[in-house]
């Protein structure tokens, strides 16, 4: 294996899979994929029945593929740079035209954090455009909407093929969804972006990242935050943290790394995550102003938006929604504002007794996202941090203002998110949904959470995961995820890993609930595994088949064990899927057709 020079970075492909790259068919595209061979059935006649392998969503990037050498140093590939190119509206910057980024760039002392190669950083021509949804409006199908049209798909084969080879052989056997499974369409994608209700984050200086959607006519997707904080670690370890994250399930990663190296930090992240990078620029901006709130200024903000745009930032938590007016409707909160970034900005306001910076510069701030297709996530600065301050007042004042900038995105042709709450307990879920969708027409939500209850330190990612199955469900298009240190410290590897996990199965809950097409084939085949006692396939088909194996090792370790017709849960006598398959191989046939029968002469029969 090419990639194990690499001792501080993960690099194992997932057990019996390997990444498969599927072609596009309208541009020269290689969609990743996850392809988990299974081992066949073995049929009580005494023959065997192959399984054929399952492709997965895969957001790991060319980690696990042993085909790939990995150097940190020198980045992953950059898939999309000759799509941004062929589209001849970018030019390729000689310099970072940030004051701040050129001072870095030319520091001596940070020489040994530099690059291999230089990053050239790519802005649009003068006066072009070149977002997503400027393309889309134009009614322009791009090579990144047929990524993920591919990348939304990547089972429906598998299920239309597994439906109808299941009527054959198995009459009567439902597998997989009964209705007619829906396609998802480059044009489709492309309306949906024309529509303001999904967003493709893809800055055009991050080409080593793979198209993803986020919409609520499309996979439930979820984010994980890394980011050091005033204690320092390497920035291989930095590096590792976002493959890690990434490994899991992660389809964005929002670095919120503040401290000294930041800048550095930044670029070794991008140029080695195959997911968009997300980032909160003014911690950045407050660190160029050693913390001081009231000293921000226009001025350092925007050269702040610039270095991390040209870095390639695919999109930035802007907490323009926090005015002026609606800071006081927070004064009898239990939690008062709970946001980092709302309450740097109330800090400012109060102490200037003025309006936002971010929202009297909010169509500049459209001026320099559209120039590198960087999409808003418009940040919830005054989400409620507490079940009492659920749904207040200041909260939904704030989602009015978020609603109103989103308008002004969309004139520029800038893509939008909508960052929502926090903690709120279950009943008041679907108002939140429902409100946002009015106010910000439909323009994609991201909430944190929500957590349903405050009583679980130690325990938030599952307090948050049921608000976040349940936000999901009624049309949430991406969760971002809250680890077991939620409020308690800065999560480390395996916090982030159960935050991660947990989050798929919040996001994929949701995606069964919605009938997303192809959500539920997975689910069958690891049924279908567990069924026949493919331990192995049960395993390798698990969001995390490290833990799944080692469970079931903890009490029978043996290698037979592995194709035994039960587990320790209830041992040999107890299996009620052992019991099952007794009846219907044996006894059953004949027990079976009596009891149907007995069902049709009318009367009740307790099986
Ligand atoms: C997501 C939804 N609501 C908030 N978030 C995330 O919280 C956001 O994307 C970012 O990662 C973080 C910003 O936190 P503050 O600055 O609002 O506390
Ligand atoms: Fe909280």
Not at 378 to 386: T, V, Y
């Given at each position: 294996m090419k990639n194990q020079e690499n001792n501080t970075i993960t690099t194992q492909p997932f057990p019996n899979a390997r990444k498969v790259y599927i072609p596009g068919t309208l541009f020269p595209i290689q969609v990743a994929m996850r392809e988990i061979s299974l081992s066949p059935t073995r049929l009580s006649t005494g023959g065997i029945e192959e399984n054929p392998p399952i492709t997965v969503y895969d957001t790991s990037g060319p980690y696990t593929d042993i085909n790939k050498a990995i150097d940190i140093k020198k980045g992953i590939d950059r898939l999309r740079e000759s799509w941004i190119l062929e589209r001849n509206d970018v030019e390729l910057l000689d310099k970072i035209s940030s004051e701040y980024g050129n001072q870095r760039a030319h520091d001596p002392k940070l020489a040994h954090l530099r690059f291999d190669y230089q990053h050239k950083p790519k802005q649009a021509r003068a006066g072009q455009n070149v977002t997503q949804l400027h393309y889309a409006r134009k009614g322009i199908i791009t090579a990144e909407m047929e990524y993920v049209a591919i990348r939304e798909n990547q089972r429906i084969e598998q299920l239309e093929s597994a439906q109808s080879a299941m009527t054959h052989q198995h009459a009567g056997h439902s597998f997989g969804a009964k209705t007619p499974v829906k396609r998802i369409t480059p044009e489709f994608v492309r309306d949906e972006i024309a529509a303001g209700r999904a967003i493709i984050p893809n800055n055009i200086n991050h080409p080593e990242s793979e198209p993803m959607i986020i919409g609520r006519n499309f996979l439930v997707k979820i984010n994980a935050n890394i980011g050091n904080s005033a204690v320092t670690s390497s920035i291989e370890e930095e590096v590792e943290k976002a493959v890690w994250a990434c490994r899991w399930g992660a389809d964005t990663i929002m670095d919120l790394s503040t401290g000294k190296n930041i800048h550095e930090t930044r670029e070794w992240i991008i140029r080695n995550s195959p997911v968009p990078i997300g980032t909160v620029p003014i911690y950045q901006a407050l660190e160029k102003v050693n913390g001081v709130a009231e000293d921000l200024t226009w001025e350092i903000f925007k050269d702040t938006l610039i270095e991390q745009a040209e870095q390639g930032v695919s999109y930035f938590t802007i907490h323009a929604g926090v005015l002026l007016r609606y800071i006081h409707l927070t004064a009898k909160r239990v939690t008062g504002i709970v946001s980092r970034g709302g309450s740097i900005m109330a800090k400012w306001c109060l102490f200037h007794h003025q309006e936002s910076f971010l929202y009297t510069h909010f169509e500049q701030i459209c001026q320099i996202m559209k120039q590198y297709d960087i999409a808003f996530s418009?940040?919830?600065?005054?989400?409620?941090?507490?079940i009492a301050d659920a749904n207040d007042e200041a909260q939904f004042a704030e989602l009015e203002t978020l609603g109103e900038l989103t308008k002004i995105a969309w004139k520029h042709d800038v893509q939008v998110m909508i960052e929502g709450p926090g903690h709120v307990p279950m009943h008041l879920i679907k108002e939140n949904m429902e409100k946002q969708l009015e106010c910000c027409d439909e323009a994609p939500f991201y909430t944190l959470g929500p957590l349903t209850t405050d009583i679980a330190p130690g325990y938030d990612h599952i307090t948050s995961a049921i608000g976040a199955a349940m936000i999901g469900w009624y049309g949430c298009a991406m969760l971002c995820y809250v680890t077991p240190k939620e409020h308690l410290g800065l999560p480390n590897k395996k916090d982030v890993k159960d935050g991660v996990i947990t989050y798929k199965i919040a996001a994929h809950a949701a995606d069964l609930a919605k009938g997303h097409p192809g959500a539920q084939y997975r689910d069958n085949v690891l049924s279908k595994a567990r069924f026949e006692f493919r331990w192995e396939d049960q395993f390798n088909l698990a969001l995390d088949p490290e833990t799944a194996r080692e469970y079931h090792d903890e009490t029978l370790p043996a290698d037979g064990a592995k194709v035994a017709h039960f587990c320790s849960m209830c041992g040999p006598k107890f299996c009620s899927m052992k019991i099952t398959q007794e009846i219907r191989e044996s006894v059953a046939d004949g027990m079976l057709q009596k009891s149907a029968e007995f069902m049709e002469s009318g009367k009740e029969i307790y099986l």
């Open positions: 418009l940040g919830d600065g005054l989400r409620p941090g507490s």
